[in-house]
């Protein structure tokens, strides 16, 4: 084939993804897909997961541990488009769109693990909660919130 070829072919093919909702991405896992998710607000989030599973340890009084998500605020400021912590600094806790790259999705799903490192191998570390357990209806809602956009 000609190079013109390959590039109406490239042109073909960008049109046809464009006209669906987010295509599978190969080599990612069905739990880091964004097909077909409900639309999911921090605050709702808060409310539903982070608030009852999270906040008793991440606080930012004497004794809390970072990210602090004492808040709806607080929870999207230090956690939203912020750098991994404690782990690849290449990885976003909160990367909106992208569950794949956000280490609290890696490790809400039980991390290194249960096999949810970056997606180049990048360690994550452990699960979270790391004491209690959430519903698959909790992680799901995790994840829409970040396919959303993670958005207040
Ligand atoms: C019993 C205490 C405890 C609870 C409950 C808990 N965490 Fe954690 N979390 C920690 C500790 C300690 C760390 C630091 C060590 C680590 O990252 O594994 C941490 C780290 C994290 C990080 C940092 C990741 C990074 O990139 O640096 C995220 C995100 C996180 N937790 C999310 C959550 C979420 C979401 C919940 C609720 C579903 C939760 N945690 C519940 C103790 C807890």
Redesign the pocket.
Same mark, same amino acid.
């Given at each position: 084939m000609t190079n013109r070829t390959f590039a109406y072919l490239g042109i073909l093919l960008t049109a046809c993804s464009a006209a669906t909702d987010p295509p599978p991405q190969s080599g990612i896992a069905s739990e880091l897909q964004c097909e077909n998710g409900a639309m999911m607000t921090f605050a709702d989030l808060h409310a539903q @997961?982070?608030g009852p599973?999270?906040t008793?340890?991440?606080h930012g009084g004497a004794g809390g541990?970072? +990210?602090d998500?004492s808040t709806a605020e607080k929870g999207l400021a230090s956690?939203r488009g912020v750098a991994?912590?404690?782990?690849a600094k290449t990885?976003k806790?909160v990367d909106p769109g992208a569950p794949h790259t956000s280490?609290?999705m890696l490790? @809400?799903l039980g991390?290194d693990l249960k096999g949810f490192a970056g997606p180049n191998g990048e360690t994550?570390?452990?699960g979270? +909660?790391? @004491?209690?357990t959430?519903s698959t209806a909790?992680k799901t809602a995790?994840r829409d919130w970040i396919c959303s956009g993670a958005q207040p």
């Open positions: @997961v982070i599973a999270c008793g340890c991440h541990t970072a +990210p998500m956690t991994s912590i404690g782990y990885l806790i280490t609290m490790k @809400v991390g994550v570390g452990g979270m +909660p790391q @004491v209690g959430l909790q995790i």
